[in-house]
């Protein structure tokens, strides 16, 4: 079954919106381990507007399951990163005053970059995973540069599901075909959701993991936590 690793940027909003600890971070955390999260997902950015740097040091301390840290690999993150020695990195080019991820790597221009970056990570024990568009070519390109795996960016599989699930998820297949070709483990991961998951997982080919925060969080609203990790759960067996 493909693993669910929550995301909880979006719990790390809601608190500083407020100040204080509330809701408390590593609790949310812990409880989506209990409630069946098989992994915990964070994306710190430069400007700390949701995770903290902090965050991420007090979350190492009690994640029992995959712990995953997503971002852009500036000199802060990379140096967080080798510090943590979570079991997943995962490079993401964001700018950094994106509001949220919105594109993959170009896997071929920017190699150098990040083949010197894999290098790093693996070095450490780290697993890398690259965010990559549903491009055959930037599949090929993360290859060679020799990651672990790859992320697929899906919010142009989330756009066009209403309108046309067969059309939206083609290039998915192609790309994760090419990935399995490679030897490339696959992760997927960006606007996935309780309408989108289900056909998602069962038309991709040896989908490892789905890192899913936004969305979650926001049923979570109406369903709670618990009720909701299982209802995401139940869409991926």
């Not at 780290?126 to 993360?142: C, L, Q």
Request: charged share 25%; net charge negative.
């Amino acid at each position: 079954m493909t693993r669910l690793s929550v995301n909880i940027n979006k719990i790390a909003t809601i608190r500083n919106a407020r100040g204080g600890n509330n809701p408390n971070l590593v609790k949310v955390a812990l409880d989506c381990e209990r409630f069946g999260a098989q992994g915990i997902t964070v994306h710190p950015r430069p400007d700390e507007r949701h995770i903290r740097y902090q965050d991420v040091l007090d979350l190492n301390e009690v994640v029992t399951t995959e712990f995953n840290i997503e971002g852009n690999p500036d000199e802060r993150f990379i140096e967080l990163v080798k510090r943590i020695k979570p079991a997943q990195v995962t490079l993401v080019p964001d700018a950094d005053d994106a509001i949220t991820s919105n594109a993959g790597w170009d896997t071929i221009r920017h190699a150098d970059h990040l083949r010197q970056l894999v290098e790093t990570f693996q070095a450490d024990g780290i697993r890398v995973s690259i965010f990559v568009d549903a491009d055959e070519r930037m599949v090929e390109g993360a290859k060679a540069v020799g990651t672990d795996r790859i992320e697929l960016y899906t919010e142009p599989y989330a756009t066009l599901y209403a309108e046309d699930r067969e059309a939206a998820i083609a290039p998915f297949v192609r790309a994760a075909q090419r990935a399995i070709e490679l030897g490339l483990g696959l992760n997927a991961g960006h606007d996935l959701s309780l309408e989108n998951l289900r056909f998602f997982s069962e038309q991709i080919p040896g989908l490892k993991e789905v890192s899913i925060g936004h969305a979650l969080i926001s049923d979570a609203l109406y369903f709670g936590l618990e009720n909701t990790i299982q209802m995401y759960l139940r869409e991926l067996q």
